[in-house]
């Protein structure tokens, strides 16, 4: 059995054709981050799991695979459902436990937007400072890079929900 603190985490923050992740050891050191797509014709699930899951679990090793669930469970298409499905298989086949984590109401105080969210992160770890994108306007869409401070919102979250579990 794996040491505590040497337990590594790979959080996903999943989209339809993409999927942005964050690598942590020990819930406090930050080890990988980045944001994988697959945007050719076809399967984007095959795609993503194969080309693009696999070889993170291959290097990175993680004991637990961390996913936020859909808000919505009625309006889980298909697609969504097997991707769930794969990136489960492929944590199996490493070894690595899957953590689903279910969404929680917040109180209206503790309400942040994703940019908050995202500077709050920045500040936490100074090497993402770059990644952090500009403030949006309401008629754009969301920067590429948001997923990645997503994916880290995931790892606070089953940190904070870990501490209180055994």
Not at 67 to 90: G, Y
Not at 101 to 110: D, F, H, I, M, V
Not at 122 to 146: C, D, G, I, N
Request: proline share 7%; net charge positive; with cysteine.
């Amino acid at each position: 059995m794996r040491s505590k603190s040497l337990t590594r985490v790979l959080a996903l923050d999943l989209h339809p054709r993409r999927f942005g992740y964050v690598v942590f050891e020990s819930l406090d050191r930050l080890l990988d981050w980045g944001v994988c797509s697959y945007r050719r014709k076809g399967n984007a699930a095959d795609g993503l799991i194969r080309r693009r899951l696999k070889p993170l679990l291959e290097l990175w090793r993680p004991s637990v695979v961390v996913l936020r669930e859909p808000l919505r469970i009625r309006t889980l298409n298909p697609q969504r459902n097997r991707l769930l499905k794969q990136i489960m298989k492929a944590a199996k086949d490493q070894r690595a436990r899957v953590q689903i984590l279910k969404k929680r109401p917040t109180e209206r105080a503790q309400r942040l937007t994703n940019y908050e969210r995202a500077q709050v992160v920045a500040q936490r770890f100074p090497v993402l400072t770059r990644k952090l994108p500009p403030k949006r306007k309401p008629w754009e869409s969301e920067h590429y890079s948001m997923s990645i401070f997503k994916a880290i919102a995931i790892v606070a979250e089953y940190r904070a929900k870990s501490r209180f579990e055994p």
